[in-house]
Antibody, heavy 117, light 113 residues
Framework: EVQLVESGGGLVQPGGSLRLSCADSGFTFSSNWMNWVRQAPGKGLEWVANIKKDGSEQHYVDSVKGRFTISRDNAKKSLYLQMHSLRVEDTAVYYC??????????WGQGTLVTVSS | DFVMTQSPDSLAVSLGERATINCKSSQSVFSTSSNKNFLAWYQQKSGQPPKLLITWASTRESGVPDRFSGSGSGTDFTLTISSLQAEDVAVYYCNQYHSSPITFGQGTRLEIK
């Protein structure tokens, strides 16, 4: 069974940086596309980025392009999201999620990122 | 981008009654090459991450009760709960995975009347 555990969230000032991590305790990490999906407090779901099984392809929502970078380490069964130039509107719970293709099948519990001065 | 619009925003249904949630995409999510609709439905209960219910517009995930069903094609889709149970109280989201950026509907809050 896939179990995804996010870490790295916290309070950061506008313009700051943060790196999120996601550890997969399952056995299929390298076979899965991996995603970051966020949810602002009291709001709906917003897909942020995904990365192909071998890391050779990434996609981003326009609002984070040039500021966020998704990456993975299959040997460590880990997913990352490097976030720069953070804005107040980036405040959200960030979920790590996996799928065999672009279907988002399994979700972590999320880590809260708060951007505030 | 594919804009997903759900209706209604909120819904109150009596226990045992049918609940229907609609989802409309700004572009067709049907792929002629695979003959499939790239449309999923999720359930999110309070304080929990979303749970995948249905893929390919109408395929129930393993373990999802058969009172949940999905239908539709192209741009118009429906999630139906045939007989509402207390544990179905949640926010439901449709989602297209046809093209980047992957997008979700705004959510429909389902409550007990």
């Amino acid at each position: 069974e896939v179990q995804l555990v996010e870490s790295g969230g916290g309070l950061v000032q506008p313009g700051g940086s943060l790196r999120l991590s996601c550890a997969d305790s399952g056995f299929t990490f390298s076979s899965n596309w991996m995603n970051w999906v966020r949810q602002a407090p009291g709001k709906g779901l917003e897909w942020v980025a995904n990365i192909k099984k071998d890391g050779s392809e990434q996609h981003y929502v326009d609002s984070v392009k040039g500021r966020f970078t998704i990456s993975r380490d299959n040997a460590k069964k880990s997913l990352y999201l490097q976030m720069h130039s953070l804005r107040v509107e980036d405040t959200a719970v960030y979920y790590c999620a996996s799928g065999s293709g672009w279907i988002i099948e399994n979700w972590g519990q999320g880590t809260l990122v708060t951007v505030s001065s | 981008d594919f804009v997903m619009t759900q209706s209604p925003d909120s819904l109150a249904v009596s226990l045992g009654e049918r609940a229907t949630i609609n989802c409309k995409s700004s572009q067709s999510v049907f792929s002629t090459s695979s003959n499939k609709n790239f449309l999923a439905w999720y359930q999110q209960k309070s304080g929990q991450p979303p749970k995948l219910l249905i893929t390919w517009a109408s395929t129930r995930e393993s373990g999802v009760p058969d009172r949940f069903s999905g239908s539709g094609s192209g741009t118009d889709f429906t999630l139906t709960i045939s007989s509402l149970q207390a544990e179905d109280v949640a926010v439901y989201y449709c989602n297209q995975y046809h093209s980047s950026p992957i997008t979700f509907g705004q959510g429909t809050r389902l409550e007990i009347k």
